[in-house]
């Protein structure tokens, strides 16, 4: 079924991954599972307690990402976190029996293998994109961010897909998995210098709009 990308987005069906949180060092199983439009994505403790997972529940920054509500906290969320907004999920029940979200691998591959294994679904409920009103900077010892209100495209990483003929990585979904597992690590091996340049017909190239 073809995905409509103005529509929200949810996974198909539950799916799991067990592992160890990187800095708590405890085993967790980590279930994600469909949820209904404008829930977002929306941590579930094992003691009940729902988190969601935006900025007025983040609680600590400091080397992860934490949220809380209610004293109960789940940390280190970044590459769950990244890896639906790449894959373009909107909505996600995470149900988590432990203080933190597994470490897997230390990347985000396996959550984006994790998303694919759960199947996506469009929801009858349209998107309601942030507006950047006006340049948002942050800044943190000798490092610094900016974010501005602008139209442009990023190209990310092409895959040599001479030997697939003509192929379009946007109405290819075994071609755009590939795509963006590409991406995912190139961007955990420092390489996002990458994603700028001149499309190579012979590769294959998935750009995403940001508007």
Do not use: Y
Not at 173 to 197: K, L, M, T, Y
């Amino acid at each position: 079924m073809a995905v409509v990308m103005d529509s929200q987005q949810t996974v198909r069906h539950p799916a799991s991954l067990d592992g160890i949180g990187l800095h708590s060092g405890e085993t967790v199983t980590m279930t994600v599972s469909p949820a209904a439009a404008d829930t977002g994505i929306l941590f579930r403790a094992a003691d009940g307690t729902l988190i969601p997972a935006n900025t007025d529940h983040v609680v600590d920054s400091n080397s992860a990402t934490t949220v809380g509500a209610f004293g109960v906290r789940v940390r280190t969320i970044e590459h769950l976190m990244a890896a639906a907004a790449a894959l373009g999920i909107d909505n996600l029940m995470v149900d988590i029996d432990g203080p933190e979200v597994p470490a897997a691998d230390g990347s985000a591959k396996p959550f984006v293998d994790l998303l694919h294994s759960a199947g996506r679904v469009s929801l009858a409920a349209p998107r309601r994109p942030i507006t950047i009103a006006q340049p948002i900077r942050v800044f943190r010892r000798k490092a610094s961010s900016v974010v501005s209100d602008h139209n442009f495209n990023i190209v990310e990483r092409g895959i040599d897909c001479t030997s697939l003929g003509s192929c379009n990585c946007r109405r290819d979904p075994d071609v755009r998995r590939r795509c963006v597992r590409s991406v995912v690590q190139e961007i955990d091996q420092g390489n996002s210098h990458r994603f700028s340049g001149t499309v190579d017909p012979r590769r294959c190239w998935r750009q995403i709009h940001l508007k």
